[in-house]
């Protein structure tokens, strides 16, 4: 189980989704926490079964215990603000953007590692479940940390790229599903 199984689940069309990939798992712009931290937490933000427990282990050999948490703590608290905070900036009515949130989201403040990265991971996950609010804010608060717009970038690419692999993935069990079930018919 690792990046390696999930670029040969990669059909001929998209691959340059696994170039992408490989290039990602290799990349220098940030530091190893803050790389693997990122691709797991993009991993749990996509919601793909197979993705998810292909990255795992490979993440789990370059982060520590308390970086694993984080990024699994990042994807998890991300899942219920980008909702939350998605739904404070389309919605017409700007009364609830002057309204606590009333959500419990300690793990933001004492994420157990780096708070900059932590903030990526969030960051990450928050473009792939496309809150631009909350994309405003983690990237201010990287740019308060001192990260460069190159590694900001270079999260969302990751965070872009594990994307497609999801869905790609996902989309060819889906398909291959659909074909069984007609061959069986």
């Keep these: 189980m690792s990046i390696d199984t999930l670029k040969s689940m990669i059909p001929a069309y998209a691959k340059d989704i696994k170039l992408n990939l490989s290039s990602m798992a290799n990349d220098e712009t940030l530091s190893e926490q803050q790389l693997w931290g990122t691709m ?12 998810i427990a292909e990255m795992m282990p490979e993440a789990a050999q370059h982060l520590s215990n308390e970086a694993m948490e984080a990024a699994k703590a990042a994807a998890a608290i991300m899942g219920m603000n980008n909702v939350y905070y998605r739904f ?13 949130a009333k959500l419990r989201m300690n793990v933001i403040g004492n994420p157990g590692i780096e708070k900059v990265d932590f903030e990526l991971f969030s960051l990450a996950v928050s473009a792939i479940n496309g809150c631009g ?19 900001i970038q270079t999260s969302i690419r990751i965070a872009a790229t594990i ?6 993935i996902d989309g060819e069990q889906a398909m291959s599903a659909n ?5 069986a018919a």
Excluded at 94 to 99: I, L, P, Q, S
């Design 163 to 168: 994307a497609a692999v999801a869905a790609v």
């Design 133 to 151: 609010m909350c994309i405003d804010a983690h990237e201010a608060e990287l740019k308060k940390g001192g990260l460069s717009s190159e590694q």
């Design 88 to 100: 404070v900036h389309l919605a017409k009515n700007k009364e609830y953007a002057t309204m606590p």
């Design 40 to 51: 797991m937490a993009s991993a749990l933000g996509t919601r793909s079964e197979k993705v």
């Design 179 to 183: 074909m069984d079930m007609a061959a």
